[in-house]
């Protein structure tokens, strides 16, 4: 049940949001007093803890107050959402944490980062934390920043350095000013620059999936992942296909040289069900470079030709069939899968699709500097109200560590909730079109070639896989 008060009083910031707006342009960040009034009306306080203070507010009613302030000013809506979600992960911190969080009262403004980790060194108790990050929108404003670090990283030994959330006063950074843009200059978003700040382990938590909520997060709000907690106002019926999104989206196959036979055939079961559901999408397909292979809208049975090419042919004394992966077997990776996660977006806002579903089907792998890349463009997927699925083919246990933590366990729909069909018929009477054929099976080629000679990174394989 939503909370109209809330809405109400969001409806009635409108003269001051506007009045203000073209002052916030000018001066490239969210004005005094319609920050003052934002504050006044508590919402600030949405995803803070009652026992904190705050108000507990579910998730639809949020999305309807963020809508609301949208209306008048895009900047002061997403200077609105953005410290509702650090507050929100506050939920992830030890008591202690979340208690000196908040010690100034429920009124704070947190302002985050996910984009370029900052370096952690250990030490007793908690981390000496140094580096420069971009894009921290209302840092001017904000009584905390939130920053993604990497810890002892020079001390990894070549394996996966730990990845931590930390807090800490802004008063221990410098602004830098950088934020001289076209677009949502209200936003503030400049760069911070830190120098050997400690921050003690208590205001400080692990990016893994699976996590406790603080005593102070005990209701059913925290239990939502991050991105969950702003999609599930929009929950797609699923029924009819087994877990995949029918609604209009676009579907994103990843096709690079770590796919191996057992995902393909999960990805042709994928494609089948999606036929069956008789709904509408648009496809795009990358290895390491993205293409638009069809526009969103596009009828499901238009993957059919799709699905024939990637069905091997029966292996015959004159014809050895198709092999299980078309990449050649020398190169390995330069995948990025937030390139193909970007252009899926853009094809949704090109064709004026809003709340759209993107499903990839990928085995998570991508490049080790693609990683901050990825979770801003998943954090831009949730500000976008795009619900985003995801079906793992044989993840590494890190990209899928990685995806739900940032998405949560419920954005993963197993293969094995994808029932198989009868595969579509390959001989050449089955009437598919063969100028799309052609052009499918060009379209391969160029990937093929652009994965063999443009990459430049070994990534680790899962067992069993070619090296």
């Excluded at 920050?35 to 507990?56: D, V």
């Amino acid at each position: 049940m939503t909370d109209s008060s809330l809405i109400d009083a969001a409806r009635e910031l409108a003269p001051i949001i506007r009045e203000y707006s073209g002052e916030a342009e000018r001066e490239r960040r969210l004005s005094q007093p319609v920050l003052m009034a934002l504050r006044e009306a508590g919402l600030l306080r949405m995803t803070t803890p009652r026992s904190l203070g705050g108000l507990e507010t579910d998730p639809v009613t949020r999305a309807l107050v963020i809508e609301e302030i949208g209306r008048h000013d895009s900047a002061a809506a997403w200077t609105l959402e953005n410290p509702l979600d650090w507050a929100f992960l506050c939920c992830r911190l030890p008591d202690e944490g979340a208690e000196e969080v908040y010690s100034r009262g429920p009124d704070v403004l947190i302002a985050g980062q996910f984009g370029r980790p900052l370096k952690a060194t250990s030490t007793d108790g908690g981390y000496h934390i140094c580096g420069r990050a971009p894009f921290v929108s209302n840092c001017y404003d904000a009584d905390w920043i939130l920053s993604m670090v990497v810890v002892d990283e020079d001390d990894s030994a070549g394996g996966e350095p730990e990845m931590r959330m930390v807090y800490f006063p802004s008063e221990e950074c410098e602004i830098i000013d950088t934020w001289d843009v076209m677009g949502m200059r209200g936003t503030g978003s400049n760069d911070i620059s830190v120098t050997d700040v400690y921050v003690p382990r208590c205001r400080t938590f692990p990016m893994v999936p699976d996590f406790e909520p603080g005593s102070h997060y005990r209701g059913p709000l925290y239990r939502l992942p991050l991105v969950g907690a702003a999609a599930s106002a929009r929950d797609l019926d699923a029924g009819r296909t087994n877990g995949l999104p029918t609604a209009s989206g676009v579907l994103v196959v990843d096709l690079s040289l770590s796919i191996g036979p057992d995902d393909y055939r999960t990805i042709r079961a994928t494609l089948r069900q999606l036929i069956a559901s008789d709904g509408s999408l648009g496809l795009v397909m990358f290895s390491d470079v993205p293409y638009e292979m069809l526009p969103p809208g596009t009828p499901a049975r238009e993957l059919e030709p799709v699905l024939r090419l990637l069905t091997p042919r029966r292996a015959t004394t004159n014809n050895p069939g198709l092999p299980a992966n078309p990449w050649s077997q020398s190169f390995s990776a330069g995948t990025r899968i937030s390139s193909a996660l970007e252009l899926a977006h853009d094809m949704l806002v090109r064709d004026g699709i809003s709340h759209g579903t993107v499903l990839l089907l990928s085995d998570l792998v991508t490049a080790p500097e693609d990683v901050p890349r990825l979770a801003r463009t998943l954090q831009g997927l949730q500000d976008a109200s795009i619900n985003v699925k995801v079906v793992p083919l044989s993840p590494l246990k890190d990209g899928r560590t990685i995806f739900e933590g940032l998405l949560g366990k419920k954005a993963l729909i197993a293969p094995s909730r994808i029932a198989s069909s009868e595969p579509l018929p390959t001989d050449a009477s089955s009437g598919l079109p063969v100028a799309l054929l052609v052009l499918g099976a060009l379209v391969l080629l160029v990937l093929a070639a652009h994965e063999r000679f443009a990459g430049r990174l070994w990534l680790p394989r899962p067992e069993g896989r070619p090296a």
